[in-house]
């Protein structure tokens, strides 16, 4: 870590002059304009203005990628925050596979779009502004699109319902457009501090338990897209067990569906309270899955499987849930409360 040395200029203004290197990288120059935020734990930031002003473009060469490379590089090149990514072969045309792979990455990216294109080169813009969200309502929204699939993917099960399961399994694409949205504008505001104030955020100290929550809450719809899947793998037919367990697979759902709503909220919110109650919610269902196999009625190994595969889907989005409370925990702990005091 380098030091500076603060000087006195006049009677009330403290001086320190900027590294060199850091200057030139950025072109900062005498009598430029750098903006500066002040943060928690006594942080200031300084940012040259270009990183207010510039948009930032990247380049792919396609001549060496696959379509699932290129797809990829598409996809990260937007979580890092591009404004444009060109993609463009240097010898010859795109071939088919990459213009579909440019296309099809379109489709998984909201606020994507094609803004040009050549035999050679293809130029995709995003339009989504930082300020159009705030990473709480991304959490919130997220956290009810699994909860919508799940519910959905257990209504189809009970009754065999193959388009509820295949409305549950259409909406994971939406559930992927929100998350990656999210990693986007946690980096971008990680890159550019100022940008946390437009994501909803006091300072980038959450962003890192922030990524951490919606990696959870993209899990946890994969879980519910695992129950779907079950029924569609059924070939129409639901879950063969009696009423009575079919229902307390029913109330097994409830509670998960209640216990990842709070601990959202708990993030949300910075409320330590509400990390513990979600740990008491937890216990109570810890060993459900369980108590439900122990109960059941004789079957055939594959509708045991069957239903044993929807009960660790519902344990483990319990225990995703558990995961954000505990992140719920530490951030909601930073501040003073009722419960901590910070000297």
Known sequence: METRK??????????????????KEHNVEKGDEVSIRMGGKGTLTVLPESANTEESEAIIHADNLDAG?????????YVLGRRVIHVQKE??????????????????????????ETP??????????????TLDNLLERLENTGSTMRGEGIKALAHGNEDLAQRALNR??????????LLRLIFTAHQNPNLCRAVGLDSSFPLIGYRSVAKNLELTADKAEDIADIVMDADSEGLDVDSSTMRRIREFTDQVDELTVLAVRAVVERDYDLTIKCRYL??????????????????????????????????????????NAEIAANLALDEESEHVEIR
């Not at 603060?6 to 200057?23: C, D, H, I, K």
């Not at 045309?93 to 803004?115: C, D, F, P």
């Not at 050679?120 to 969200?133: L, N, T």
Request: charged share 25%.
């Open 6 to 23: 603060v000087q006195r200029l006049g009677p009330s203004t403290l001086a320190m002059t900027l590294p060199a290197e850091w200057a």
């Open 69 to 77: 490379a290129l797809e990829r590089a598409i996809v990260a090149q």
């Open 91 to 116: 010898d010859g045309a795109l071939e088919s596979e990459h213009i579909n792979a440019v296309y099809k990455a379109e489709t998984q990216l909201m606020g994507l779009g094609v803004i040009e």
């Open 282 to 323: 937890f216990q109570e269902i810890a060993d459900r899955e369980q108590e439900i196999l122990d109960d059941l009625p004789e079957l055939s190994n594959t509708e045991l499987l069957r239903v044993r595969e929807v009960l660790v889907s519902l344990q483990q989005t319990a225990e995703y849930a558990v995961r």
């Open 120 to 133: 050679e080169s293809i130029a995709i813009r995003c339009s989504v502004d930082p300020e159009d969200f």
């Open 172 to 181: 994971e694409r939406q559930a992927n457009k929100i998350f990656v949205l």
